[in-house]
Each structure stands twice: as structure tokens, then as C-alpha cells.
């Protein structure tokens, strides 16, 4: 089965400084890769998603993500933060085999300052 | 108009009594789902379905139910809601049938409280 971790609970960058957010999974095959955003009292919203070829991929809002296999890891970027971008992000794996399900990370919470 | 929506959005109950969330599409997804959600947790699969004749418990799926109506409703029963149940319970959506799964989409949620 497929796991995923975020290994910062709490983020916090200043308006206008570059964002990073990682993502680790454990799958034994390619997975499926998707990052999520969640605004304060808000339902998740899909950023941008990875299932083959191009291992950089640009989702919505400036956010983009890097698929790198030999580090497991999906991380989320965005070169300047936004006081709108504060949220919680959430990096998730889906696997490729039916029957098997999304797995979400625990979530990183990006707070932005000023 | 929302294409997942999640009835009520807000509940507050009592301890023991039968609670029912409903969830409705307009995505014409076949993949529905049930989470909830707990500070510091994430997401926990509580139950899915991939069609209206599959359904599947997930990783929480002890004192919940659920029912696949149509291929547009699913409904998740708390059948004697105790307290530590109280959380933010969200349905989602996907679409697999084109034989790759392509990302879940989620409806705004119902934040349930039992006394």
C-alpha cells in the first residue's frame, strides 16, 4: 500500500518570498501524484496532478511540482507567495492498481506574512 | 451551481442518535468517497464506492454506514453517533473511467458536532 508524508507541519514565508513544500510517498510502482490546497473553512481544491511523462508539471495559481523518482518525492513550489496562498496544502498519492484508493499526507500549513 | 454538494453543512447532535450526511453529484463521476477530516490527521477514508453496485469500507470505516442510491448520491449514517466522532466530513468524486484516475474533487464539507 502506498503511503505519503509531509514532513513540515507549519510553514511560515513573507509575501512575495519563493515557497517551498515537500512531499514524500512510498509506492512501489509510479504512482499517481496530486497536490490539494484547503482554505480556511473551505473544501480541498485540486492544484495540479502528475501521472507521466514531463516531471515538472504547472498547476493552477503559479503553483508548480516536481516529480523525482529516485528521492520518492513530489514537491510544491511557487516562486512568489501571495497573502491568498496561506491555506493548508495537501500532497496525495493515488495508486495505478483498481481497487486501490488515494492516500493524503497529514498537511502543511502555510501561513504568510506581510 | 457546485458540482459536489454536501447536505447539511453544519449538525450539531446528541450522543446516540442516528445522523445521515448526504452527498450529490453533478459530475456524472463514477468514484464517490467519504472522509473525515481531524486537526494534525489529514484525510481518512472512511468509505468509497466505484459504482453503485461497489462499496468498499476505507481505513475508519467502525460505527459508519453507507448507501449508494444512484450513481449521483452517496450517503454516509452514523448509526449511534458517540462524541469522538465529532468532525469534518467530506465527499469526493473521481473519475476512472477512461482507465486512469485523474484526481478527486471534493464537496465544501459538513462539520458535524455530537454532544
Known amino acids: 500500500a502506498q503511503s505519503v508524508t509531509q514532513p513540515d507541519i507549519h510553514i511560515t514565508v513573507s509575501e512575495g518570498a519563493s515557497l517551498e513544500l515537500r512531499c514524500n510517498y512510498s509506492?512501489?510502482?509510479?504512482?499517481?501524484l496530486f497536490w490539494y490546497v484547503q482554505s480556511p473553512g473551505q473544501g480541498l481544491q485540486l492544484l495540479l496532478k502528475y501521472f507521466s511523462g514531463d516531471t515538472l508539471v504547472q498547476g493552477i495559481k503559479g503553483f508548480e511540482a516536481e516529480f523525482k523518482r529516485s528521492q520518492s518525492s513530489f514537491n510544491l513550489r511557487k516562486p512568489s507567495v501571495h497573502w491568498s496562498d496561506a491555506a493548508e496544502y495537501f500532497c496525495?498519492?493515488?495508486?495505478?492498481?483498481?481497487?486501490?484508493?488515494?492516500?493524503f499526507g497529514p498537511g502543511t500549513r502555510l501561513s504568510v506574512l506581510p | 451551481d457546485a458540482d459536489v454538494t454536501q447536505t447539511p453543512r453544519n449538525r450539531i447532535t446528541k450522543t446516540g442518535k442516528r445522523i445521515m450526511l448526504e452527498c450529490s453529484q453533478t459530475k456524472g463521476h463514477d468514484r464517490m468517497y467519504w472522509y473525515r477530516q481531524d486537526p494534525g490527521l489529514g484525510l481518512r477514508l472512511i468509505y468509497y464506492s466505484f459504482d453503485v453496485k461497489d462499496i468498499n469500507k476505507g481505513e475508519i470505516s467502525d460505527g459508519y454506514s453507507v448507501s449508494r442510491q444512484a450513481q449521483a448520491k452517496f450517503s454516509l449514517s452514523l448509526e449511534s453517533a458517540i462524541p469522538n466522532q465529532t468532525a469534518l466530513y467530506f465527499c469526493?468524486?473521481?473519475?476512472?473511467?477512461?482507465?486512469?484516475?485523474?484526481?478527486?474533487?471534493f464537496g465544501p464539507g459538513t462539520r458535524l458536532t455530537v454532544l
Open positions: 509506492y512501489g510502482a509510479t504512482p499517481y
Open positions: 496525495a498519492v493515488g495508486a495505478r492498481v483498481y481497487g486501490q484508493n488515494f492516500v
Open positions: 469526493a468524486t473521481s473519475d476512472a473511467s477512461s482507465g486512469r484516475e485523474l484526481g478527486q474533487f
